[in-house]
């Protein structure tokens, strides 16, 4: 213990103890400076330690969803998270357009999406499914109907998503399943635009709802559109070969069933 002493006075230049007696040495004021700086760490390193190997610790999760899920998935689920370990922080983004790169890169911890094909380096659980919904203006003259055939809304605009989002493709493959693709179409870049534009009477669309009773907005009218391909599961996906996440263990454990 002398000679670590000797070296770290060395190494800082200072002196940290003074021989006060025969047998006795007590610290100086340099030495009780440091003294206080350390001790906190040595005394709760144990504890630490333990919390560490346990998965006991407390810190940020960081969680990537579309506009959509964020507001009809994730309130109940980080509820639960909240009440079972406060000890989590959760930091939200919303992504306007799917993207696996903000989870490889470490900008996410879990990225809640749908996703048509998995990919090897990442795993998932199943954690919801989304449903296609027809929707259109409540003021339209069709919006009483319980159904609605696309042939119907054949000289009706149609409003789409954005090219650079995977759900146009699933848009216009359901039009086409149907022999019916839209003589006009504005497009728009997410779930929330598009329901502007069909309650401001621009047109109709076609979009996909967490909700088994379809997308809830004011002057909206939102009828299910039931057809093979309509229904999509929304994952959980985290990095498959990172080192061992409590926090998004602790998250999975809690999360709703898909």
């Known amino acids: 213990v002398q000679q670590q002493v000797k070296r770290l006075e060395q190494e800082l230049g200072l002196t940290l103890f003074t021989r ?19 001790a906190p760490f040595l005394e709760q390193w144990p504890q630490t330690v333990a ?36 000890e989590i922080t959760v930091e939200l983004s919303e992504l306007r357009h799917a993207n696996l790169e903000v989870l490889r890169s470490g900008e996410a911890d879990l990225l809640v999406e749908h996703w048509p094909e998995i990919p090897p380096d990442v795993a998932v659980q199943r954690v919801g ?12 003259p069709l919006a009483e109907r319980k159904r609605l055939a696309l042939r119907e809304l ?4 149609f409003i789409s998503y954005s090219p650079e989002s995977r759900l146009q493709a699933l848009q216009l493959r359901a039009l086409e399943m149907h022999g019916q ?76 069933h898909g």
Request: net charge positive; hydrophobic share 45%; charged share 20%.
């Open 20 to 38: 006060v007696g025969k047998d006795k040495v007590v610290l100086t004021p340099a030495g009780r400076s440091l003294y206080a700086f350390v």
């Open 51 to 86: 919390s560490l190997r346990a998965g006991t610790y407390g810190g940020t999760l960081k969680i990537a969803a579309a506009g959509m899920l964020l507001r009809a998935l994730l309130p109940k689920w980080l509820r639960r998270l909240h009440e079972k370990h406060p």
């Open 129 to 140: 499914e989304m449903r296609t919904f027809l929707v259109l203006p409540s003021h339209h």
């Open 154 to 157: 054949a000289d009706e605009t």
């Open 181 to 256: 693709l839209p003589k006009r179409t504005h497009t728009a870049d997410t779930s929330d635009t598009i329901l502007g534009f069909v309650a401001a009477g621009v047109g109709f669309s076609l979009v996909p709802s967490i909700d088994i009773a379809g997308p809830k907005v004011p002057g909206v009218v939102a009828l299910p559109f039931d057809v093979q391909g309509s229904t999509f599961p929304v994952y959980a996906a985290w990095r498959k070969h990172a080192p061992p996440n409590p926090f998004v263990q602790a998250a999975l454990k809690l999360a709703p």
